[in-house]
């Protein structure tokens, strides 16, 4: 205040033959003793009587100060009886910009509504999650609060306690002892701090600095935790951070503090003081324990607990609130020119309530540069990020190390430079403030029930899906052709597998196949060879052949099984299986009939003999296969299978294989086939009785037992298994029910002829009485 009244003193342009003056009161954090104190002011010394003005030199228009909101409101119930402009220099305060309640207020801070984003900014930064607040117990500090906890739910931050420290009780020692007791049972490492220096007091002055020193501190720069002079603890707060709002370096104000001294203006009592207190001297000999002090000393060789040479914010707003001031007086004095100061330097009708109209419109640029509005606050204010670091030597240091533009676009208006920061002596490094361990890679953060969103589980990542960071609310699922690792931390290249000729399974299946299918070859051949012996001649010598033929194609048939799946092998796999054992099991039902025709025959008058030695039979057979040759067509022209590769039954492999197409298709060509097969084993179970001696009836009835059985139980095992193991199934079905009619049916045939060729005779048949 006194560098801005003396540099206006000093510009000719400004109030031209007007020198300003101040005058300078204490302030109290209590009613009485403000209003007081502003009753002094109005009445002048002596006896304060209401309504009476009892100074005639150097009366005052207008009051700055409030560094407070209290002060400010209770010096403004008295001011404003007189419409006295106040103008504040304390944090904006939308309780104060009532032009109804408080007309005569004029607040020179900017908005702080960016101070709670440009706070969480800074905690989303380094991951701070679990932060304590404490502030002072008044309006505004509740509406930042209220903005800041907001800010914190948008950003997934979470408020571990709020501990509100109330005006008057800085020194209650068990209102002190709660909060610290709160503050070590609290796993919160970072707390934010907000208010005015004089509410927050007990902070700095803690007598357990314990508490205090394994914390991050955040705050603004209105707490100002560097004015602590010879104190104890020095580094309680060494490496906080302070949102700091930003200034403009003032021409000409480090030199005016370098030449500043008390000798040089003997009225200013408080200069005094404070000269005598912050170096350690007297102003005079004899008085006092210290030595006189020296004429040479300069403000500049002072730490920072005593004085920072830059300019304060709030330094910088009273700066501003003079020249707001000055600047109103100017163009007042200029629209009202019959205003003319006295020859001894009074101004003679000028009262406070003329001022307001001035104020209000009044707008002029400082000498940084910076344009001023004082009636209206809609700029917002932007912030340095200072850490403040403290030394052995006692000395103390803020150090820029970030800043945040509000005007900024989201991501480049917060800047911090990591690097630079000095942490508190107990971290050494950024630290996590967590209300919960940390999720390590492989685990995702599951949610509490009834607790804070930062308060979680871990829970292991679900099937299929990874994370390969840290606190990971959600896993992400790998690609269809990649898997997870043990640990859920990467995804690996899924292999791709294939019934292949080359595994053991393949080759095991595949020799088996080629086996049974060169045993039936022989036994055709056996059968040609004897063609006509009676035993090859009883039961349908041709049918016998045909049978025989599509038994060795059912066994080759399964290859198509194995091996890479192609789009031939997809198409022809189940259509080949399909016709192969149609003709196989029309082959066996036709033989039954054929045993049960040639019985009926034997009676006199039978219809039956018509059909026996017939093509009847054969043409049942190419009748049965024409129907499933339709069903086969029908489904490859509607929907063919198709080669297909399956990536979810195994989590490790990518399994190629043929899918269906058409599984209504599929299942009606396996249903064909257990039509044929469930007529044949009933007629063959009819006819098991009948007396010859070459009866295939029994044989069938076998065969036709082992065929069903084999099918049925291959139904619910191919639904549950899966990829590779599914073909399997398929191929071990097809191979086992067609041994089992190779080996029921001609098994003993073959036995007959090639080791009792004597039973295979027309003699051995005559002379047999079963015969």
């Known amino acids: 205040m006194m560098f801005a009244v003396e540099e206006i003193n000093r510009n000719t342009k400004l109030l031209p033959n007007i020198t300003l003056g101040f005058h300078i009161f204490n302030a109290y954090h209590n009613d009485d003793r403000?209003?007081?104190?502003?009753?002094?002011?109005?009445?002048?010394?002596?006896?304060?009587?209401?309504?009476?003005?009892?100074?005639?030199?150097?009366?005052?228009?207008?009051?700055?100060?409030?560094?407070?909101?209290?002060?400010?409101?209770?010096?403004?119930t008295l001011l404003e009886l007189y419409r006295i402009p106040q103008v504040t220099y304390g944090l904006f305060d939308p309780l104060l910009s009532d032009p109804v309640q408080?007309?005569?207020?004029?607040?020179?801070?900017?908005?702080?509504?960016?101070?709670?984003?440009?706070?969480?900014?800074?905690?989303?930064?380094?991951?701070?999650?679990?932060?304590?607040?404490?502030?002072?117990?008044?309006?505004?500090?509740?509406?930042f609060l209220r903005d800041l906890q907001e800010e914190m739910v948008r950003n997934d931050v979470c408020v571990a306690f709020i501990h509100k420290i109330f005006t008057g009780l800085t020194e209650d020692e068990r209102h002190h002892s709660d909060f610290l007791k709160k503050l070590s049972d609290s796993t919160a490492s970072v707390i934010v701090i907000y208010g005015n220096t004089d509410v927050l007091l007990t902070l700095r002055f803690s007598e357990d600095p314990h508490t205090l020193i394994y914390r991050m501190w955040v705050t603004s720069s209105h707490w100002d935790i560097a004015k602590k002079p010879g104190y104890i603890y020095f580094d309680n707060f060494h490496g906080a951070l302070i949102f700091s709002e930003q200034t403009t370096k003032i021409p000409g104000f480090k030199h005016f503090l370098k030449t500043i001294h008390p000798a040089k203006d003997s009225e200013n009592i408080f200069l005094q003081n404070f000269w005598n207190s912050a170096f350690g001297c007297t102003s005079e000999i004899g008085k006092g324990d210290g030595a006189v002090c020296s004429p040479n000393a300069s403000l500049d060789t002072l730490r920072l607990s005593?004085?920072?040479?830059?300019?304060?914010?709030?330094?910088?707003?009273?700066?501003?609130?003079?020249?707001?001031?000055?600047?109103?007086?100017?163009?007042?004095?200029?629209?009202?020119s019959e205003m003319e100061s006295n020859s001894n330097g009074t101004i003679s009708g000028t009262y406070p309530w003329k001022l307001h109209s001035f104020l209000k419109n009044i707008q002029f640029n400082n000498?940084?540069?910076?344009?001023?509005?004082?009636?209206?606050?809609?700029?917002?204010?932007?912030?340095?990020?200072?850490?403040?670091?403290?030394?052995?030597?006692?000395?103390e240091v803020l150090v820029k190390v970030g800043e945040f533009i509000s005007e900024m676009p989201l991501g480049q208006d917060f800047i911090i430079q990591q690097k630079a920061i000095v942490w508190p002596r107990t971290w050494g490094e950024p630290l996590p403030s967590r209300c919960d361990k940390v999720c390590s890679p492989g685990f995702h953060i599951k949610a509490q029930e009834g607790k804070p969103v930062c308060c979680f589980d871990c829970a292991p990542c679900p099937q299929g899906q990874i994370s390969n960071q840290t606190d990971r609310d959600q896993c992400m699922k790998c690609p269809e052709d990649h898997y997870p690792n043990t640990e859920r931390i990467h995804c690996l290249p899924k292999r791709v597998t294939f019934l292949a000729y080359e595994e053991t399974l393949g080759m095991a299946l595949a020799s088996i196949a080629a086996s049974f299918s060169l045993l039936t070859a022989l036994v055709l051949w056996v059968f040609v060879k004897h063609r006509d012996t009676p035993i090859v001649k009883a039961n349908n010598r041709d049918l016998s052949y045909i049978l025989l033929f599509s038994l060795s194609l059912c066994f080759l048939c399964s290859l198509f099984f194995i091996g890479r799946p192609t789009a031939i092998n997809c198409l022809l796999r189940q259509t080949t299986f399909g016709v192969m054992f149609t003709v196989a099991i029309s082959s066996i039902l036709a033989k039954t009939i054929t045993v049960v025709l040639a019985f009926r025959a034997t009676r006199p008058g039978s219809?039956?003999?018509?059909?026996?030695?017939?093509?009847?039979?054969?043409?049942?057979?190419v009748f049965c296969i024409f129907i499933q040759v339709m069903l086969c067509a029908i489904w490859l022209l509607l929907s063919p299978p198709f080669p297909d590769a399956d990536t979810h039954s195994d989590p490790e492999h990518i399994i190629l294989e043929c899918n269906e197409g058409s599984l209504i298709a599929f299942y009606s060509v396996l249903s064909y086939?257990?039509?044929?097969?469930l007529g044949s084993f009933t007629v063959a179970f009819l006819a098991r009785n009948l007396p010859d001696t070459f009866n295939e009836a029994k044989f069938i009835t076998f065969s036709m037992l082992v065929f069903c059985s084999v099918w049925i139980s291959f139904l619910p095992t191919y639904q549950s298994t899966k990829g590779k193991m599914m073909v399997a199934v398929e191929v071990f079905s097809i191979l086992s029910s067609s041994a089992g009619l190779l080996g029921c049916i001609f098994i003993p045939k073959c036995y007959v002829i090639l080791l009792q060729p004597q039973k295979n005779t027309k003699k051995f048949l005559k002379n047999n009485p079963n015969s």
Request: a positive charge.
């Open 102 to 143: 408080f007309p005569s207020v004029y607040q020179m801070a900017p908005r702080d509504t960016s101070l709670p984003l440009a706070m969480v900014r800074l905690m989303v930064h380094f991951k701070w999650t679990w932060v304590g607040l404490v502030a002072s117990d008044d309006s505004r500090s509740e509406k």
């Open 34 to 76: 403000t209003l007081e104190s502003s009753l002094v002011w109005l009445s002048g010394q002596g006896p304060t009587i209401p309504n009476y003005s009892c100074e005639r030199q150097g009366k005052s228009i207008v009051v700055i100060g409030g560094a407070t909101s209290e002060l400010t409101v209770s010096m403004g």
């Open 306 to 336: 005593y004085l920072d040479m830059t300019m304060s914010v709030q330094s910088y707003t009273v700066y501003s609130a003079v020249y707001a001031v000055a600047w109103a007086l100017h163009e007042m004095f200029l629209v009202r």
């Open 367 to 395: 000498s940084a540069g910076n344009h001023v509005i004082l009636a209206e606050k809609k700029s917002v204010a932007n912030y340095d990020i200072l850490n403040y670091v403290t030394f052995g030597n006692d000395t």
């Open 607 to 621: 219809r039956s003999r018509r059909w026996v030695g017939s093509r009847a039979p054969i043409s049942l057979v």
């Open 673 to 677: 086939i257990a039509v044929l097969a």
